[in-house]
C-alpha cells in the first residue's frame, strides 16, 4: 500500500523516506512489497497506516488542498493531529510504535474474546458484566443497536458470561459465532507467532554436523510445534546482515522471542541487539555477552556420575580424556567434575586427566569449526603408557581408534565409558547427554518470558541444567557386584 502515491509524488516518498529513518527500519519496503501476513501484524500495521496517511495528505497539501477541519477515530486521530500541526511526523510515529507495541504485549500476555448478546436492553447488558467480571476483564464494547450488544474481553470473563446470559433468555448470534469460528481455524493459523532460532556458526548450516547442535535444534522445534509456536532458523553470518540490521528485520516482523544457539567459540562473545524489544533464552556457553537465561547440559554431573559408577564398579585407576576447547566451551565443567570426585580417591591412584590438544597454539583447538577432535597418537600413547589407567572416560571418537591402533583391548585391557553415549545396544557404559530435552526446555523458557511480557535482560540470570542419563555397558564391566540401571533424565534450575 502506499506505492502509487511514492512512486508519483516527491512529497510521499520523503514521507516513507523519513519513516525508514525513523523507526530504523524499511517500513516503505512492508508497505509496497509485504508479506501480507507481516504487514498485518499490529506492531506494523500501525505505523504503516500512519505513513501512509501522512504520505497522501502531504500529497493532497501539494496539490493545494487544505482541510478546513480534521477529524479521526482510534489510530486515525494520530493522522488528524499531525494533519493539524499538533506534532512532527517523526514524533507522531513514534507515539504510534509505542502504542502499537504495548497493543500487541496486551494481546500477547492476555488473549481474548468477545460475542454478541440478544435480545436484553442496556441496563441486562450491564447486568451481565457485571455478573461475568468475577471470572476476568469483560465490559460492553459495543451497542450496535436495541437488543444486541457486543462484549469483549478475557477468553474467561466471556465464557462465564455465556452460561449467565443463557439463564437470563441470551440468544447467540449465529453470524457472529461464524465469524469466530472462521478465524479461529483460519486466520489463527496464518499468523502462527514465530521464534526465531539464531545461529552464529562458520557455514549457515555447519552446525548440524556437529555434536548435540542439531539434537538442540530438533528438541527446540518439537517444542515448539506443541506450544502453537513455528521455530524459524536465522544465521548471523548471512552476508550484508549485521547484528543491528537483524535485530530491527525481526522486530519489524514481530519476532520478539529468540533463542540464542550454535555460536561457535570463535565468533566473538558480543551479541548487540536491541535487547529492550526482546525475550532472549541462550543454549550452552556461548557467547558470554549479554547475560540471558541460559539452558545447557550438566556437563559437571555427567562425569560426576560417570566417576561415581566406576568407583562403586571396583576401578581405582581413572583415566579422563577431553578436548581442550569442549572443556572451555563449558567454562571447564569437564574437568571441574572430574576432580571433585577424584577427590574420593588415594592420592597414589589420582592419574592425570588428558586434555588434548595443547595449550598452545590456541588455533588448535580455540576455532570450533576447524579444531581437531582425535587424541594426538604420540603423546596418548605416552599418556597411556605412563599412568597405566584401568578405566578412560571420554567421548569415544576421541579415544577408540587410537587405542585399536595400540593394540589395547575394550574393555580387556582397559575399561571404558562414554561420556557422549549415542549407542544404547547394551554394548557401551556411558550417559546420554538428553540434548533435545535442552532444546525443549529453551523453548519452554522462553515461552513462558514471552506469556509474562518479560522483554529485556534478565536482572538476575538463571542457568538451567539438564541432567544425564546413565547406561551400564559391556565396556565397562563391574569389578564387584552392580546392578544395571537407567534414570529418566532430570532438570536443575541455578540462579
Request: hydrophobic content about 45%; some cysteine; aromatic content about 10%.
Amino acid at each position: 500500500m502506499g506505492k502509487s502515491l511514492a512512486d508519483n509524488y516527491p512529497e510521499a516518498a520523503e514521507i516513507f523516506t523519513r519513516a525508514d529513518d525513523a523507526l530504523g527500519m524499511s517500513i516503505s519496503k512492508l508497505c509496497f512489497e509485504g508479506p501480507e501476513e507481516t504487514l498485518s501484524q499490529t506492531i506494523n500495521t500501525q505505523p504503516a497506516l500512519y505513513t501512509v496517511s501522512a504520505a497522501a495528505f502531504e500529497v493532497a497539501r501539494g496539490l493545494g488542498v487544505w482541510p478546513s477541519f480534521v477529524a479521526g477515530h482510534s489510530l486515525g486521530e494520530y493522522s488528524a493531529l499531525y494533519a493539524a500541526g499538533v506534532f512532527s511526523f517523526e514524533d507522531g510515529l513514534k507515539l504510534i510504535r509505542k502504542r502499537a507495541e504495548l497493543m500487541n504485549a496486551a494481546a500477547l500476555a492476555h488473549p481474548g474474546a468477545m460475542a454478541a448478546v440478544l435480545g436484553m436492553d442496556e441496563d441486562q447488558v450491564k447486568t451481565l458484566v457485571n455478573a461475568a467480571s468475577s471470572a476476568g476483564v469483560i465490559c460492553a464494547a459495543n451497542f450496535n443497536s436495541p437488543g444486541q450488544t457486543v462484549i469483549s474481553g478475557e477468553s474467561a470473563a466471556i465464557e462465564k458470561a455465556g452460561e449467565l446470559a443463557k439463564e437470563m433468555g441470551y440468544r447467540p448470534d449465529p453470524l457472529l459465532h461464524a465469524l469466530a469460528s472462521y478465524r479461529g481455524k483460519v486466520i489463527a493459523k496464518r499468523h502462527t507467532p514465530t521464534l526465531a532460532y539464531i545461529t552464529n556458526w562458520s557455514s549457515k548450516w555447519g552446525w548440524k554436523n556437529a555434536t548435540a547442535h542439531p539434537d538442540f535444534y530438533a528438541g527446540a522445534s518439537k517444542m515448539a510445534d506443541q506450544l502453537g509456536f513455528m521455530l524459524e532458523h536465522f544465521w548471523m553470518k548471512e552476508p550484508g546482515l549485521t547484528q543491528s540490521r537483524l535485530s530491527a528485520m525481526l522486530y519489524s516482523r514481530g519476532v520478539t522471542g529468540l533463542i540464542i544457539a550454535s555460536h561457535g567459540r570463535e565468533m566473538g562473545d558480543d551479541l548487540e541487539f536491541d535487547w529492550s524489544k526482546f525475550c532472549g533464552v541462550k543454549i550452552d556457553y556461548f557467547p558470554h555477552k549479554p547475560v540471558l537465561l541460559n539452558v545447557t547440559n550438566n556437563q559437571c554431573d555427567i562425569v560426576r556420575v560417570a566417576m561415581q559408577k566406576v568407583l562403586r564398579a571396583g576401578y581405582r585407576r581413572i583415566g579422563f580424556v577431553m578436548h581442550r576447547g569442549w572443556d572451555h566451551g563449558v567454562d571447564h565443567l569437564w574437568t571441574a567434575g572430574f576432580l571433585c570426585e577424584q577427590q574420593h580417591l588415594a592420592a597414589s591412584e589420582r592419574l592425570p586427566a588428558y586434555i588434548f590438544p595443547d595449550l598452545e597454539p590456541i588455533e588448535a583447538w580455540f576455532n570450533e569449526s576447524d579444531a581437531p577432535v582425535a587424541v594426538d597418537p604420540k603423546a596418548f600413547t605416552q599418556w597411556f603408557e605412563q599412568n597405566r589407567p584401568d578405566v578412560i572416560i571420554s567421548k569415544g571418537s576421541f579415544v577408540l581408534p587410537q587405542l585399536k591402533a595400540m593394540g589395547v583391548r575394550v574393555p580387556r585391557d582397559v575399561a571404558f565409558v562414554d561420556v557422549f553415549l549415542e549407542q544404547f545396544d547394551g554394548l557401551t557404559a556411558g550417559v546420554r547427554q538428553n540434548h533435545e530435552t535442552v532444546g525443549g526446555v529453551a523453548v519452554e523458557i522462553l515461552a513462558a518470558q514471552l506469556q509474562h511480557n518479560r522483554f529485556g535482560l534478565p536482572e538476575i540470570p538463571t542457568t538451567t541444567f539438564v541432567e544425564g542419563t546413565w547406561f551400564d555397558g559391556a565396556s565397562c564391566p563391574p569389578r564387584i557386584q552392580s546392578s544395571r540401571k537407567a534414570s529418566a533424565p532430570a532438570v536443575k534450575r541455578r540462579a
